[in-house]
């Protein structure tokens, strides 16, 4: 079963302020060139489950990478209940980064 819906990925980023749902492209390029290192499960409960992801910086592999911290609420497929990214723009929880990674979970 899925984690969480594309739907819902789309309820989460889509009202981001651009003219174009640009997020779809730019997390498949993150994919695509593996820049999505790692995905892992930090906390898991009846509740939610808790992600944690690492993201190399395409511009710049050698510098810190990214961390994207996501929380989905519970049950599955889940709702988008908390989503951060360590880059420029993350705190809003919809950078590349963070859609490359709910993506990964989704089906
Ligand atoms: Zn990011």
């Known amino acids: 079963m899925a984690v969480i819906y594309e739907k819902e990925i789309e309820r989460h980023i889509g009202n981001v302020k651009v003219s174009k749902p640009r997020w779809k ?4 390029e993150v994919l695509e060139f593996s820049y999505l290192q790692k995905v892992g499960i930090v906390e898991d409960n009846q509740w939610i489950t808790k992600l944690r992801g ?3 910086q395409v511009s710049s ?3 810190n990478p ?18 951060r ?6 705190k809003s929880g919809k950078s590349k980064h963070t859609a490359a990674l709910l993506k990964h979970v989704s089906k």
């Open 66 to 83: 990214h961390e994207i911290n996501v929380i989905i609420k519970k049950p599955f497929p889940g709702k988008i209940q908390f989503a």
């Open 54 to 56: 690492i993201c190399l």
């Open 85 to 90: 990214c360590s880059c420029t723009g993350g």
């Open 25 to 28: 492209v730019s997390s498949r």
């Open 61 to 63: 592999p050698a510098r």
